[in-house]
């Protein structure tokens, strides 16, 4: 018998009934659910910020808002497509946040070029840039760890990837929470505090995902 | 005639089987996919890698089965982790090449030495001559026989980190002993 007739012997005599991994629809609904009712129960827990009625009418804010949470949504769909050695054979769509991440940057850096909106809330001393980046860490933790915690039962050939889009979209829900939560509407505030430290955050997740998502 | 599209069909018939419990059909699962894999993996590797890759594959496509829900093609599948583990395989050997490029410089700083002062040691086993003896078959494997790391751990029974480490401190004793 040569080795590899040995091994698959042995393999086969392991193998134990196993039940297939769901659909990554079935992951993401699920997953989803929970970081709507964590990303919505978050800023209620925090505070809202004063002026959010006003900030409402703003067709930017709520535009920004709404990226966000596409981009949370599509990298959490994408993370959980890179769980599957073949990306549930859609592996165009694992790219799709970071289109969606560059789409926001520069909406936000666009917005620097138009005209000052007076409804906008800008701290006259930007002393809290620190806070807003830990605000972010802190919420991102929970998502973060749930969706590690999912993509652990696959068998991810991107381990950089799903790691980094997994905090990706952690920390996008953290931003959410942030804007929704602080009344600062400075775009050199958001791009240095917010977009900034969400890179850092997802470059972290990739070395994370490295070490959690080995198999 | 059996045509390519119902080939695979069996495969990922076999594979459904295989997972539902049936270890002759996971058996014949994995003896058909082994051509497939030999062929995909001479193609990218040398031939005296190839069955040991081949093996990897094997233990990769069982410990991700489950990840197989047959709902979709399976040999998109199959071929993205073999093509994991030769990608796998080939970062792994390059960076054994370049930790080797550097210990045989070391050793060849070493050995200019000895040259330099035949009176003392005039050969190698002398300059191996306080090594222990493990340590000693170590080198003498890797530098003299021209064996991997890898290889010595096999045929020693140590693991490849620990073969470089008794290998690093072999050569830093030598070092020492001639202050080099």
């Known amino acids: 018998m040569t080795s590899i007739e040995t091994l698959i012997a042995r393999l086969s005599t392991e193998a134990k009934p196993a039940r297939p991994l769901r659909t990554p629809a079935y992951w993401s609904i699920r997953l989803l659910a929970v970081l709507v009712v964590y990303g919505l129960a978050t800023p209620l827990l925090l505070g809202l910020r004063p002026d959010l009625a006003v900030q409402l009418t703003r067709p930017l804010y709520v535009l920004e808002v709404a990226m966000l949470a596409l981009l949370a949504a599509s990298s959490v769909m994408a993370s959980i497509l890179a769980m599957y050695p073949d990306a549930y054979q859609k592996p165009s769509l694992i790219k799709l946040p970071y289109g969606m991440f560059l789409v926001l940057a520069a909406f936000v850096a666009a917005q620097s070029l138009m005209p000052h909106d007076e409804r906008m809330a800008i701290a006259e001393q930007v002393t809290h840039g620190l806070e807003c980046v830990l605000c972010i860490a802190l919420v991102a933790i929970v998502p973060s760890a749930l969706i590690f915690a999912v993509l652990r039962k696959g068998a991810s050939i991107r381990p950089f990837q799903a790691g980094a889009l997994a905090v990706l979209s952690a920390s996008a829900i953290g931003g959410l929470t942030t804007r929704l939560v602080e009344a600062n509407d400075s775009i050199a505030h958001l791009v240095a505090w917010h977009y900034v430290p969400t890179v850092l955050f997802a470059a972290i997740g990739a070395l994370i995902g490295r070490c959690l998502l080995r198999w | ?180």
């Open chain 2, 1 to 180: 005639m059996v045509t390519g599209d119902s080939k695979y069909t069996v495969l990922a018939n076999l594979l459904r089987c295989g997972l539902e419990g049936d270890q002759d059909a996971y058996a014949q699962f994995l003896e058909q996919i082994t051509p497939l894999l030999r062929r995909m993996t001479g193609r990218r590797l040398a031939s005296a890698d190839v069955e040991d890759v081949v093996q990897e594959i094997l233990i990769s496509v069982h410990k991700a089965r489950h990840t197989y829900d047959g709902k979709r093609p399976i040999m998109p599948w199959l071929v993205s982790i073999a093509r994991f583990r030769i990608s796998d395989h080939l970062r792994r050997h390059y960076a054994q090449m370049r930790h080797q490029t550097t210990d045989i410089h070391e050793l060849e700083e070493i050995l200019a030495d000895v040259t330099d002062d035949t009176d003392s040691h005039e050969s190698i086993d002398e300059l191996l001559k306080d090594v222990p003896e493990k340590h000693k078959r170590i080198l003498t494997m890797m530098h003299v026989e021209g064996y991997t790391a890898k290889e010595v751990g096999k045929h020693l029974d140590m693991n490849e980190s620990a073969v470089k480490v008794a290998a690093h401190r072999a050569i830093k004793k030598i070092r020492e002993k001639f202050g080099t």
